[in-house]
């Protein structure tokens, strides 16, 4: 469902945009971290903790596994 993403966010630079085009999907939180993980295997970015918090803050203990 990379399809999804606008054509000019589909590189790892783009990863802060990334975040903000997701932080304002109207979807739950686990689908936007469904759309990173996505993201990441599609551009060869690295799937951190780091970048899952960055997407949903606090919220990201709601959606682990």
Same mark, same amino acid.
Request: charged fraction near 35%; glycine fraction near 4%; aromatic fraction near 8%.
């Given at each position: ?18 975040? %903000?085009? %997701? ?23 690295? %799937? ?18």
């Amino acid at each position: 469902m990379i399809e999804i993403f606008p054509p000019a966010l589909l590189a790892k630079e783009k990863e802060d945009e990334v975040i %903000l085009f %997701l932080q304002k999907l109207p979807v739950p939180d686990r689908k936007k971290k469904q759309a990173l993980v996505w993201w990441c295997q599609y551009t060869g970015a690295a %799937l951190t903790e780091e970048l899952v918090k960055k997407l949903l803050g606090e919220r990201i203990e709601e959606v682990r596994g």
